[in-house]
């Protein structure tokens, strides 16, 4: 099946297709939202290419301008256009389905390159009238600058643990980071009654419908208290007051699996969250 670049003109018809398949979408259906299909200069920005089948959208693959590659492909694609459509540029990572990110992977001659994070982690998702908040006595609020050396901090340590980022590469993106989420209002900290900071979360992308949960984290000293759990179900609960209706996020171990099935979620599937040590340049087919 060919592919065309996408244009202005697409993206209606892009997000409608991305829609039916959205709880191994969110990144392509937010970048689109934010820059539209072709591309541009912000890091998240996606040019795109289209698979068509009588008249429709029916497959979408994508590389941001920071070098990830993302796709939604239910009917697949042949290794020799990827890798013609891709001939050319530094990959950073790859993002999507395991059943396609995988694939596609091979198909880029990527399989054996080394990676600073390879992981097929459990998909999970949750209709918001269906999420259970845990009694507590902590509250949520969002965070503000006043909160931005903690939070910087606390950013580190994620990166570091969840991310295997290196120390020195954690200290230098965790500011970005952490600036970036409080300009976009999607950092909230939970506290105890007395105002001691006990856990973060965030919105990796929000759409009308739907959100993405990312950046849990409960420092040290304070896990094992159901922090974690309850951060989220209350960022949940304020969402669905908004008319969100549904979440998804990926969890990064058995003890994150067992918090978010505690509120709702549902294990669905696999995503392949994929960040190669360095940028891998990607040769045409021949």
């Excluded at 191994?24 to 541009?40: E, H, K």
């Excluded at 984290?217 to 209706?245: C, N, Y």
Aim: with cysteine; proline share 6%.
């Amino acid at each position: 099946m060919t592919f065309r670049p996408a244009n202005t003109e697409d993206a209606p018809a892009i997000e409608t297709f991305l829609r039916a398949h959205t709880e191994t979408s969110m990144f392509l259906r937010n970048n689109l939202r934010a820059f539209g299909p072709c591309g541009g200069d912000a890091p998240h920005a996606t040019r795109m290419w289209l698979q068509e089948c009588d008249g429709g959208v029916s497959g979408v693959l994508g590389i941001s301008t920071a070098g990830f590659v993302m796709m939604q492909l239910p009917a697949g694609a042949e290794g020799d256009r990827v890798r013609t459509l891709l001939g050319g540029e530094d990959v950073r990572g790859i993002l999507g389905a395991s059943d396609q990110a995988q694939p596609l992977r091979q198909m880029l001659g990527l399989g054996t390159a080394p990676a600073q994070l390879d992981d097929d982690e459990p998909l999970y998702a949750l209709d918001l009238d269906r999420l259970r908040v845990p009694v507590g006595d902590t509250s949520l609020r969002p965070a503000t600058t006043e909160d931005r050396a903690l939070l910087i901090r606390w950013r580190e340590e994620y990166l570091v643990e969840t991310v295997h980022f290196t120390p020195e590469d954690a200290i230098e993106t965790a500011p970005r980071d952490v600036d970036g989420m409080l300009a976009r209002g999607a950092l909230m900290l939970l506290e105890a009654p007395d105002g001691t900071p006990c856990a973060m979360t965030a919105f990796n992308a929000i759409l009308p419908d739907m959100v993405q949960i990312g950046n849990v984290f409960t420092p040290d000293d304070m896990r094992g208290q159901g922090h974690a759990r309850r951060v989220v179900a209350l960022h949940l609960k304020k969402a669905r007051s908004d008319g969100v209706e549904r979440a998804i996020l990926f969890a990064s171990g058995p003890a994150a699996s067992r918090a978010y099935e505690a509120i709702g979620f549902e294990h669905i599937g696999s995503f392949t969250m994929l960040i190669f040590e360095e940028a891998q340049h990607i040769k045409a087919a021949a």
